[in-house]
């Protein structure tokens, strides 16, 4: 059974030439449907996160003026439309009903394909195509309900707001593999965690060309170990399928077939309730496989519409990135 909590975004927040453009949901909910789930697909309703939901990871200025703001770009990459600030905000409630159907569910895998994307978006900044940290309010939900959040971020892209936010909470465990360098220059290995939350944010930088028997070594290998130490009791994952070799904004060389292998390692956490965002991925073809692949794999289905990958560099940096991280606890 599939938990799909949208879409938001298939033709609002349009500003015409843009990477993150409509079309991307277009091949999102392709790849969905390349699932063929029938009756164990289940559509949640879709409600806008209010101001207070918001609030736990938005500074409400900052809040209060996105809701106000008018067309145009808020800096190169990240634009507003007139119809952005109600897409946004449905994105970001689109995750709190992927949390309720889950909980109703008594467990399950929730799918949230929505647009805006959401975690470059910071406590106070809208930046890197996002407005809303929509996995963050998500996870800030859960954390005010008892729970301990894991979130995984894939993104070849470095999730600087989900860290920012989470940067002092022993509640969440944030870790993230992402091609450096890149935008936005962040998620550096020393980087670990506010004096409160010590350890509890992991960075895994890898170098371009890095392939997927890399990264499925960070997941597994490397953070296993304190994922398992951690015990959430939910995960949840910023989904970007940027870091497939298809990608035309980065250098990573992942396949369909990866992401498939990243999302059966992720349900080997043990954690029974697992939500997925949407983030970033810009080749729609690309798109559309790893999205069917990862779906499938966190199902439990054997999905490979491409090959995993394997012999890319990657290995030393995360060898380095891990001894960096351990380092910076002493």
């Known amino acids: 059974m599939l938990i799909v909590a949208g879409p938001v975004g298939a033709s609002e927040h349009d500003p015409g ?31 806008p996160a209010g101001m207070d939901q918001l609030a736990r990871v938005h500074d409400r200025d900052f809040l209060e003026l996105l809701a106000v703001q008018g067309p145009g770009h808020l800096d190169a990459d990240t634009y507003m439309t007139p119809d952005s600030w109600e897409t946004a905000r449905r994105a970001a409630g689109a995750g709190l ?19 805006p994307p959401g975690h470059h978006a910071e406590s106070h900044r809208a930046m890197g195509f ?23 971020d894939w993104d070849v892209h470095h999730g600087n707001g989900t860290q920012e936010i989470f940067w002092d909470d022993p509640d969440v465990l944030y870790l993230s ?22 350890g509890t944010t992991i960075n895994l930088p890898v170098p371009p060309g890095t392939t997927g028997d890399v990264v499925r070594r960070a997941l597994e290998e490397v953070a296993g170990p ?4 951690f015990a959430p009791t939910w ?3 910023s989904a970007g399928f940027d870091a497939h070799r ?36 810009y080749n729609l073809p690309a798109l559309r496989a790893s999205v069917t692949a990862s779906l499938g794999a966190f199902l439990g289905a054997d999905v490979h519409p491409e090959s995993p990958t394997s012999g890319g560099p990657g290995n030393d940096a995360l060898d380095a ?6 380092g910076a606890l002493e």
Not at 177 to 198: D, I, K
């Open 17 to 47: 030439r843009h990477p993150e453009h409509p079309g991307r949901l277009g091949a999102v909910m392709e790849g969905v449907d390349d699932l063929h789930l029938g009756t164990d697909l289940i559509s949640v309703e879709l409600k």
């Open 246 to 281: 298809d990608d035309p904004l980065a250098n990573l060389e992942l396949s369909a077939g990866d992401f498939a292998d990243l999302a059966r390692t992720i349900r080997s956490y043990g954690s029974s309730n697992i939500v997925v965002f949407l983030e970033g991925g």
């Open 177 to 198: 593999v992402h091609q450096s360098p890149l935008y936005p220059g962040t998620g550096h290995p020393e980087e670990v965690g506010g004096p409160n939350a010590l």
């Open 235 to 237: 995960v949840l994952v």
């Open 321 to 326: 990135s891990w001894h960096a991280y351990e």
């Open 130 to 152: 996002c407005l809303l940290n929509n996995a963050a309010v998500s996870a800030a939900e859960l954390v005010a309900e008892g729970e301990r959040v894991l979130i995984v």
């Open 226 to 229: 304190v994922i398992e130490r």
């Open 97 to 115: 009903g992927a949390i309720e159907e889950v909980r109703a569910s008594g467990g399950g895998v929730a799918f949230v394909p929505v647009r």
